[in-house]
C-alpha cells in the first residue's frame, strides 16, 4: 500500500450526501490521474457505495471517518482495501489488523503521531493539516524520520506541492476536487477536470522554492 501511495501521491476523499454512481465516481477521477478513493461513514449508506467502487477498475477503494471496529468490519467486507481515521482509534486498528487492511490513522500533535505508530498504523493522517502548515510535516520529521505522514485537512492547488515538498507523503483532496454538488449531480467531466487540475498542482514547484516534486 505505501508504495502505490507515495507513487500516486493522491487521496481523493468524498464527503457527499448523495453519490448517484460510486463507479462512474471513480472511473473520473482516475481518468484525472487520481487512483485512491476515500468514500466516508459520514455518507449515508456508505457501505454500498464502497462495494459497487470495489467492483472493479484501475482504482483503490478505502473507507474514510472510521470511528469503530463495526465500521472497519463492514468497510472491509464491502471491500475496502485501506481505512482512514480522524484520530487515533484503537478499536479501529485492532479490527484492521485482524482483517489485514492497512490504517492511515488520525493525529495531530507528537504524543498522536506516536500514538497512530503504536496502533500499528502504516500511515499517519496529519488532519488538520491547514492548521499549522507544511513547516510542521517538515518539523515533524526530526523526531519522526521515515515516518509516513498524509496531509488533511484544507489542502488545495494552492498548497499541495509545498506539503509534499515538505515531507509529506501523500495528500487528500477534498471538495476542491469532488464538491459534492458536482458529485451529485454526476458532473463526471467536471470531476475528471478538477483531479487533473489537482494532480498538476502536485508536480508544481512549490512556491517559493527552487526545486519542485519529483514525478
Excluded at 15 to 21: F, G, L, Q, S
Excluded at 112 to 126: F, H, M, P, Q, Y
Excluded at 139 to 149: I, R
Amino acid at each position: 500500500m505505501l508504495t502505490e501511495l507515495t507513487a500516486d501521491r493522491v487521496i481523493a476523499v468524498v464527503r457527499a450526501p448523495v453519490i448517484p454512481d460510486a463507479s462512474a465516481l471513480c472511473a473520473a477521477l482516475a481518468e484525472g490521474g487520481i487512483r485512491w478513493v476515500e468514500f466516508t461513514f459520514t455518507t449515508p449508506g456508505v457501505a454500498a457505495h464502497i462495494g459497487q467502487a470495489a467492483a472493479g477498475g484501475d482504482w483503490r477503494v478505502g473507507a474514510g471517518t472510521v470511528m469503530t471496529a463495526a465500521q472497519a468490519r463492514e468497510a472491509v467486507e464491502a471491500g475496502a482495501t485501506y481505512l482512514v481515521t480522524p484520530g487515533c482509534r484503537p478499536a479501529v486498528a485492532e479490527a484492521a489488523a485482524e482483517a489485514g487492511v492497512p490504517v492511515v490513522m488520525g493525529a495531530l500533535t507528537p504524543t498522536e503521531v506516536a500514538d497512530a505508530l503504536d496502533l500499528g498504523a502504516t500511515a499517519v493522517k496529519i488532519f488538520p493539516a491547514h492548521a499549522l502548515g507544511p513547516r510542521y510535516f517538515k518539523d515533524l520529521s526530526g523526531p519522526y524520520p521515515g515516518v509516513p505522514l498524509v496531509a488533511s485537512g484544507g489542502v488545495n492547488a494552492a498548497n499541495t506541492a509545498a506539503f509534499l515538498a515538505a515531507g509529506a507523503r501523500a495528500v487528500c483532496a477534498g471538495s476542491e476536487v469532488v464538491p459534492p454538488a458536482a458529485v451529485a449531480a454526476a458532473d463526471w467531466t467536471g470531476i475528471t477536470r478538477r483531479a487533473r487540475a489537482f494532480m498538476d498542482a502536485v508536480y508544481a514547484e512549490p512556491s517559493g522554492s527552487h526545486g519542485g516534486v519529483p514525478r
